[in-house]
């Protein structure tokens, strides 16, 4: 049987770094949320103490670059924050199960990593009529 499980990053406090960039909307107003993730799996890896957020949070997690002609991004490395805690709640009355995870920003030397691209949609249609 599947739970909906929702697995919320925030800071350890609303002034760890960057928090100039942490808005709530549409009131803008200040939050110590970096992501969360809401997932049906029958078996979801939830986060550890001490795991590399590799979570897309605004650019501030998950960093990318281009070294393509084109501008495509081309590179890929983990994130700056690093889980610290990490808390279980579950409901009495439903399946939902909620994790939170407190996280501190420690940045490390970034290891680019390459992104796999497939063909482009022109290539696989090229491919096809040649058939």
Known sequence: ???ETGIVYKTENRNDYGWEDRMLMPRESLTNILWENWTYQEKPTIPQIGDKTTFRCRDRTRNYKSESENGFTTHGRDGDWV???VEKFVSPDTDKKVFVCNCKYD???PKWSLINRG???SELLEE???V
């Open 83 to 85: 889980v610290t805690r």
């Open 1 to 3: 049987m599947t739970t």
């Open 128 to 130: 096809k009529t040649e």
């Open 107 to 109: 940045p490390v030397e």
């Open 119 to 121: 063909a482009k949609a």
